[in-house]
């Protein structure tokens, strides 16, 4: 089956640093999501991508969809506090309505 | 308007007991999808329900099985609970189930302990 190998699991890091991460597929997806799950939540969705190549923002979040359409990364820019949470991207099973969800990656900021 | 609500939040069971979970979708959704989140699978589709109707189901046992009702409120149930089903089990609701648009709300989650 298809799997999501999310890097890194987890990630310390002090407030107002940058963070990057990654989610690699042994199999090709057309669309590309990722979203954020605070403690005692569901996930919420933060980012939409649908085309190869493409990179879409949301405030201090960036997203690429990558052109082997195999991978896609996450960027935050001058974390915060608040951004402390588990990270995962995720990806719609061909033909299904259903998502595969990465192995998630672990945020904790440090004031 | 109100979000996806799942009832209840928390539960213990003992092995061998049946437990049913339920998930009210935001108002005028009619597509209600079910995951299993634990720490060693992390997130795994169950099934997904749309008017009433079974339209897709993951790789789980039978002793998973769910249900629709008419105004969207779905069930989900596991029969002859296993120390491995103890997980958070995750709603999702939306207008018409296209998950490739991103168009799932979760909810908060029903947080089940097998003993």
């Known amino acids: 089956g298809q799997q999501l190998n999310q890097s890194p699991q987890s990630m310390f890091i002090q407030e107002g640093e940058d963070v990057s991460m990654n989610c690699t597929s042994s199999?090709?997806?057309?669309?590309w999501l990722w979203y954020k799950q605070d403690p005692g939540e569901g996930p919420v969705l933060l980012i939409a991508?649908?085309?190869?190549?493409e990179l879409t923002s949301n405030g201090r979040l960036t997203a690429q969809f990558g052109i082997t359409r195999k991978d896609s990364f996450l960027n935050i820019s001058a974390s915060i506090p608040s951004d402390v949470g588990i990270y995962f991207c995720?990806?719609?099973?061909?033909?299904?309505?259903?998502?595969?969800f990465g192995t998630g990656t672990r945020l904790t900021v440090i004031p | 308007k109100a979000g996806v609500t799942q009832t209840p939040r928390y539960l213990i069971k003992t092995r061998g007991q049946q437990v049913t979970l339920s998930c009210s979708p935001i108002s005028g959704h009619r597509s209600v999808s079910w995951y299993q989140q634990t720490p060693g699978q992390g997130l795994q589709f169950l099934f997904e329900?749309?008017?009433?109707?079974?339209?897709n189901k993951g790789n789980f046992p039978g002793r998973f099985s769910g249900r629709q009702f008419s105004n969207s409120r779905s069930e989900m149930n596991v029969s002859t609970l296993e120390l491995g089903d103890s997980a958070l089990y995750l709603c999702?609701?939306?207008?018409?189930?296209?998950?490739?648009?991103?168009?799932?709300?979760f909810g908060e989650g029903s947080r089940l302990t097998v003993l």
């Open positions: 199999s090709i997806f057309n669309t």
């Open positions: 995720a990806g719609p099973k061909t033909g299904a309505n259903n998502l595969f």
């Open positions: 991508l649908y085309k190869a190549g």
């Open positions: 329900y749309f008017s009433e109707t079974q339209r």
């Open positions: 999702a609701s939306s207008l018409y189930g296209r998950a490739d648009t991103g168009e799932l709300f």
